[in-house]
Structures are given as structure tokens and as C-alpha cells.
């Protein structure tokens, strides 16, 4: 949601009443300043790139072959 669906304000604007990591990513329960609450579910891409770079790094015997 970019914007409250209440009053339209932009979701940014939104305080973050709580935050939690689960296996899906970071979930945000959100309230707007009209009192209007809503959950965000943020997921953890930036892990799964680092975990692939990682996977790819330890697959490939002649990347250390190349370290100085």
C-alpha cells in the first residue's frame, strides 16, 4: 500500500507500531495518523541475492585460483 485508504496520506508517513521477522521476510503493523492500521510484509530479497552471490563465489575453483 503506498497510500492510506482511509485519508489518502502517503503510507510512508505511517508509524511502525511493531516489527517482526518471520520466514516470509519483516511483517510492519502500521498505523496512519487518521488511526487507520494496516500490516506490511517486506520481503528479504537482499538475503537471497547475498546466498546466491555466496553459492555462486564457492562453485567457482578458479575465482581462488585469481586471488592475489
Known amino acids: ?4 485508504s482511509a ?6 508517513g505511517a508509524a511502525v507500531e511493531s516489527s517482526h ?7 510492519r503493523y502500521r498505523r496512519c ?3 487507520r492500521r494496516w500490516l506490511e510484509l517486506a520481503a528479504l530479497v537482499l538475503l537471497e541475492r547475498a546466498t546466491a552471490t555466496l ?14
Open 55 to 68: 553459492a555462486a563465489r564457492a562453485s567457482d575453483p578458479a575465482r581462488e585460483a585469481r586471488r592475489p
Open 21 to 27: 521477522v518471520t520466514s516470509e521476510g519483516i511483517v
Open 7 to 12: 485519508c489518502g496520506r502517503p503510507a510512508a
Open 33 to 35: 495518523p487518521c488511526g
Open 1 to 4: 500500500m503506498e497510500t492510506c
